[in-house]
């Protein structure tokens, strides 16, 4: 528990979770590749070779191709930017800091805390990573922190400072 206004405890993004989503996704994405070059190759070899077909195929894997290395380097972004996210406790307020290029920040007051979940899927799991969504009172606002470290602590010390409000716990 948080004991004084000096102290504050600070959560990461772990990028672990993502990173092997990403690695499945592209595993799929190049077996599927394979699997459509093979059906091409099959195709044309039944028609027997026409020149058209053979060339709207190319085309057809080169779009694939294409798509597919962006939507990796997407992932592969989106990952590397998330690990500038922190979650800093304090007693008196929560802040949430966010951004790579453009950097925001959100910040609760702890009395404004109405509600802590947590959530972790079978990959989080294995990762030893949670989400965490904080609902503050008033305007029903949430704040969620994927893939958090120390999920556990974060999510107690959260949870202390929602009953302390008197608030009732969500589950």
């Known amino acids: 528990m948080v004991t004084n206004n000096n102290t504050a405890r600070t959560f990461f993004y772990n990028a672990k979770r993502d990173i ?3 690695i ?7 077996i599927v ?3 459509m070059k093979a059906l091409f190759s099959w195709g044309i070899k039944m028609d027997g070779g026409n020149p058209g077909e053979i060339v709207l195929c190319r085309i057809v894997e080169w779009l694939y191709v ?8 997407g992932c592969i972004w989106s990952t590397y930017s998330k690990t500038f ?6 007693t008196n307020e929560v ?3 966010t951004g790579l290029l453009e950097r925001s920040e959100t910040s609760i007051p702890a009395h404004k ?13 294995a990762c030893k990573t949670m989400d965490i ?9 949430e704040i969620v922190f994927h893939n958090i470290r120390n999920g556990k602590e974060a999510y107690r010390i959260l949870t202390e400072m929602s009953n302390r409000n008197g608030y009732e716990r969500r589950y």
Do not use: E, H, M, Y
């Open 20 to 22: 092997i989503s990403t």
């Open 24 to 30: 499945i996704g592209s595993f799929i994405t190049f």
């Open 33 to 35: 590749f394979f699997i």
């Open 66 to 73: 294409i798509i597919a290395l962006v939507t990796i380097a």
């Open 85 to 90: 996210n922190r979650l800093v406790i304090k």
């Open 95 to 97: 802040v949430f800091r």
């Open 113 to 125: 805390i109405r509600s802590c979940k947590k959530a972790s899927g079978p990959l989080q799991r």
């Open 133 to 141: 969504v904080i609902t503050t009172a008033g305007d029903d606002a």
